[in-house]
């Protein structure tokens, strides 16, 4: 079969095609690109994505609802028939190829990619990919950009409209990282591009476009809240009221809880929150939940997740095992508070899949009793952790131990799922 004949019989075998389409419109599609859009008896997009395919749509065009349903009822309510949707640049890269991907099995689809914003201003600055971060805060926190800040590296932020420069701006001059140099592209591909520049701390553009990305070169100050990639962040970093677990013994905690891509992390007696963000920041792909029975500290803890950067920490306020009820089952539980209160343990291990790892901590004697007979009855590993720290006395300097950790380590029986 020759290859036009072959890409003709994919085409019809799949009854949606996704369309990537850029500022320049129609000029900058490809002629199968084109075919899908006039073939189509319906085509989806937003308002500026019609208008931009206007010249090749004769079938019906239909604006996404508002609120976007991420279910995407109104396109497969017309499965079967000849359906386009229409997305910007790359669908899949931060786009709705992903949320109609999670519906339509990929035997039902064809996509006609064009480049994305980012691989657009990657080549307006001369940027390799490869070497830069690449983050969307399209619809998303700013603070997700934080554990991207560190000197030297460069960083391309895909916005939501034209504030989200400036408030970035104010981000980076509000952590220390006021000498980063933005560079804000706009309109990319279209007749209205426009690269600007300007240093975080002096940010004074105008009448940016609504579509945008923002390049970044970072630059700190002294003291700039850097975030280092290793597990044991220096408590000083977190907002907390004493009940926090130790930068070293954090340290070995993660380290026991041993983080694996795509794992849901179970923090019980969650405290600061300190467990629950380590473990999301070893990962994009990770995800945690802090269970905390006091309100002050589950409020301290959203403001901690949200400082450094993975603000989609899920907080239950709640005293457990009765606040475990109905949450997603856990791949990795830690208990660090409350471990001693009657049925916890037993609830949290009952909750745990099978191939699930717990790892918890105790410095009361009520609590060691917990865990002593847990290891007993299950197995696992025991470690008992000492340290001092060095500290004045007098005119002279001594070692002060802290108060000694009991952990106890154990993989639930049955195979990972």
């Not at 009822?73 to 669908?91: F, K």
């Amino acid at each position: 079969m020759p290859p036009e004949s072959a890409d003709k019989a994919l085409n019809q075998s799949r009854w949606l095609s996704i369309v990537g389409i850029g500022e320049d419109g129609v000029k900058g599609l490809g002629e199968s690109a084109r075919s899908a859009i006039s073939s189509a008896s319906v085509v989806f997009g937003g308002k500026r994505h019609l208008e931009l395919a206007a010249p090749l749509i004769t079938g019906d065009a239909r604006t996404w609802p508002t609120p976007f349903d991420p279910t995407m009822r109104d396109v497969m309510v017309l499965r079967g028939q000849n359906v386009c949707v229409l997305a910007s640049g790359d669908p899949f890269f931060f786009g709705v190829g992903a949320t109609l991907s999670r519906q339509v099995p990929v035997e039902e689809f064809i996509t006609y990619p064009a480049p994305s914003s980012f691989s657009l201003a990657a080549s307006r600055l001369g940027w390799p990919l490869q070497e830069i971060e690449t983050v969307s805060l399209h619809g998303r926190p700013l603070d997700l950009i934080r554990p991207f800040l560190h000197p030297g590296r460069r960083i391309i932020a895909l916005t939501s409209d034209e504030k989200a420069p400036v408030e970035l701006a104010s981000l980076l001059t509000e952590t220390g990282f006021g000498p980063s140099h933005l560079t804000v592209l706009e309109a990319l591909g279209g007749e209205d591009e426009r690269i600007r520049s300007a240093v975080a701390n002096e940010f004074a553009l105008l009448a940016i476009n609504v579509l945008n990305v923002v390049a970044v070169e970072v630059k700190a100050e002294a003291g700039a809240r850097i975030l280092p990639r290793a597990s044991g962040l220096d408590d000083a970093l977190f907002e907390h009221d004493g009940q926090i677990t130790k930068r070293e013994i954090r340290a070995l905690t993660l380290s026991a809880l041993a983080p694996r891509r795509g794992e849901l992390l179970w923090d019980i007696g969650a405290g600061s929150g300190s467990i629950g963000i380590e473990w999301m920041l070893a990962d994009p792909s990770l995800k945690a939940v802090a269970i905390e029975a006091d309100p002050e500290r589950a409020a301290r803890i959203k403001r901690n997740a949200s400082a450094f950067g993975v603000p989609g920490l899920k907080i239950v306020e709640g005293e457990a095992p009765a606040a475990l009820a109905g949450l997603p089952m856990p791949d990795v539980i830690f208990i660090g508070g409350g471990g001693s209160e009657m049925g916890v343990f037993d609830a949290a291990i009952d909750a745990l899949k099978p191939g699930g790892r717990l790892a918890a901590n105790s410095v009361t004697l009520e609590m060691e009793a917990v865990l002593l007979a847990a290891h007993a009855r299950l197995g696992g590993e025991l470690i008992r952790i000492e340290m001092s720290r060095a500290a004045p006395i007098g005119s002279m300097t001594g070692w002060r131990p802290a108060m000694p950790v009991t952990q106890w380590r154990w993989t639930k029986p049955g195979e990972q799922r």
